[in-house]
């Protein structure tokens, strides 16, 4: 099945610093997300990405499919940015079945 | 309009017993998915249903079964509960195959 690996497993931050994590999947995709998931579980929708850029915030997102990677961008970080961050993706030949990330651990400190 | 629901957000079982998991989709949502979280082996795929049919499975034993009604709710069945089991239990939903998916806030079981 499709593989997902994401880096760094684990990031260090002072709040107001910029970070970059990334996602590399090992076959095409039709769907690829980006999640937050909050202290009390529950995995909250950053983006829809399988393909190009987009914005929210101070957040941002590039998935270069025929590269087969990712990008999540976090600039000017906050405490409230905590948390772990999954990249799931759902393979061209499973439809219906997303494949997580070991996800990153973000820890921004004031 | 109302997130995924699941119910019972919290439970504690004893090994050997059942547990029945359920999932109320978003409205107009027809895939329903199941994941496990757990510290040693993160997210994993359980099943994946679309108008009331298993589409897609995971690599977890038969004890671990689902079904989705005809109004697209979901649920998920573990038997014989072994200490292993214990785990968050995740459900999306998405209106097709695809699209984005919304995750409920997830239902944690405790086998002791």
């Known amino acids: 099945g499709i593989q997902v690996e994401q880096s760094p497993p684990d990031l260090i931050l002072q709040e107001g610093a910029n970070s970059t994590l990334r996602c590399n999947f090992s076959?095409?995709?039709?769907?690829l997300q980006w999640f937050h998931q909050n202290p009390w579980g529950q995995l909250i929708n950053l983006f829809y990405?399988?393909?190009g850029t987009k914005q929210n915030g101070r957040l941002s997102a590039t998935t270069v499919a025929t590269e087969r990677y990712s990008l999540l961008y976090i600039s000017s970080s906050q405490t409230t940015d905590s948390g772990v961050y999954f990249c799931a993706v759902e393979g061209n030949t499973n439809a219906g079945k997303s494949t997580f990330g070991d996800g990153t651990t973000l820890t921004v400190k004031p | 309009k109302a997130g995924v629901t699941q119910t019972p957000r919290y439970l504690i079982k004893t090994r050997g017993q059942q547990v029945t998991l359920s999932c109320s989709p978003i409205?107009?949502?027809?895939?329903v998915s199941w994941y496990q979280q757990t510290p040693g082996q993160g997210l994993q795929f359980l099943f994946e249903y679309f108008s009331e049919t298993q589409r897609n499975k995971g690599n977890f034993p038969g004890r671990f079964s689902g079904r989705q009604f005809s109004n697209s709710r979901s649920e998920m069945n573990v038997s014989t509960l072994e200490l292993g089991d214990s785990a968050l239990y995740l459900c999306a939903s998405s209106s097709t195959t695809g699209n984005t998916i919304y995750f409920g806030e997830g239902s944690w079981l405790t086998v002791v």
């Open positions: 409205s107009g949502h027809r895939s």
């Open positions: 076959d095409s995709v039709n769907n």
């Open positions: 990405i399988p393909s």
